[in-house]
């Protein structure tokens, strides 16, 4: 699919999510990906060392993870009360506050406040929520093209393609892919890439830097997430690495932070545990290199015309959830993604969504509800090792939160799963139907033992890659009638 602007470049647009198939499926396909694989190895065990090496020297950390936590649930606990507050916050301080149910609403209000300025074109900061509504494709529909410029998203941007992680949504690329996409794709939508460009970091970004220079001097309307929003004084927080969040949050005129409504922080004390916990966790820097906070609009002082839209798009519905509730406490560090062998192996494509990993196996179906098949898939996507929890930050004991969601998938009647449980039940409830079992399961024992049998019916995916475990070729049963000629 393709847009054109009033006179401006073709822009391509990228593939969304909608429609992937079940987590299995899609792990196999990614699976097959050698390259992908040896990407992800590399950059997730690059990322988790660092982080090891900056908490292993904070004697403190398992007091800053409860602090954090504590934080969260606090603002969880009374949310309507904080959100009430920001937005008086935020009014006082001269931002215009809008309130949107979900993504509809939501893309609806940003380009209506985009129309008004009469531009084609927004400069974006790096920011999951506005990728969880669709927003680029909803600008882009409406002929006005988005740019995103923190660099692996620029990355993903021109090569067409999907994010796979939190932080590093071009995880799944290596150098020479990237300088390829550089020289294919950057002439197409603005300045193009220098023709001697090489695979070395710098010189890719640096013609990164260049092809965004142009479009940050010419936008007039910014927009952008937020990492948390401070309730009592309508303080908007972004933490960023490169520098283009600074230049997206300041330069143009009127800038549009899209905020979901989890993000709110009581105070500014409890930023204080995050601001350590954060960077630490995600990038493995004792301090992120650029922390960017703004209040409201001041005369002569960045954009002019401030919007924030407060966000629910499910949130309030996993909040009643009293168990999965501690899934929103999540500050998208992406720890839990670099620590999991699923995800190292399987990379963030096949999760069906912006959110991938640990933290999207929990999320997606909470957000989302369970009745397509990859959010039904989505709880099974884990090995349960329990290395994202001892990972995340804010301590979310995501394995649990999995196994609960485990079981509703099972109870909606999903999985082979609950049908199995329940003939389990069936069988075991009656002695004779137990009997009838175990000869049956004797059979099916000798004929596994002599090789006859080498996968199971309904479970060719599971025999598939392991070996059929041999059941007994006698039961208890039938030993203690041949021995003690019993048959009771
Ligand atoms: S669940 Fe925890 S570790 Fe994973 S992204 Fe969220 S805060 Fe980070």
Redesign the pocket.
Known sequence: MSTQTRGGPVQETSPTFVGMPAFPDAAREALDNTQQRRNLRHATHTIRDKRAAVVEELPGWEALRVAGADAKDEALTHLGDYLEQLEESLTAQGATVHWARDAVEANRIVLEIVRAKEVDEVVKVKSMVTQEIELNEALEEAGIHAWETDLAELIVQLGHDRPSH?LVPAIHRNRSEIREIFLREMAKVGRPAPEDLTDDPARLAEAARLHLREKFLRAKVGISGANFAIADTGTLVVVESEGNGRMCLTLPETLVSVVGIEKVLPTWDDLAPMMQLLPR?STGERMNPYTTMWTGAHDGDGPQDVHVILLDNGRSHVLADTVGRE?L?????????NVCPVYERTGGHAYGSVYP???GAVLNPQLRGTSSDIDASLPYASSLCGA?FD????R?N?PELLVELRGRVTAEGHVAEGAAMRAAAWVLSDPKRLAGAQKVSGLVGRAVADRTIRSLPGLGAWTDARDVPTPPTESFRQWWARERGDDR
């Open positions: 939190i966790s899934a406490r999540c500050i998208r560090c992406s720890a839990c993604l990993g640990p933290i994202c990972a995340c930050p804010v979310i995501i």
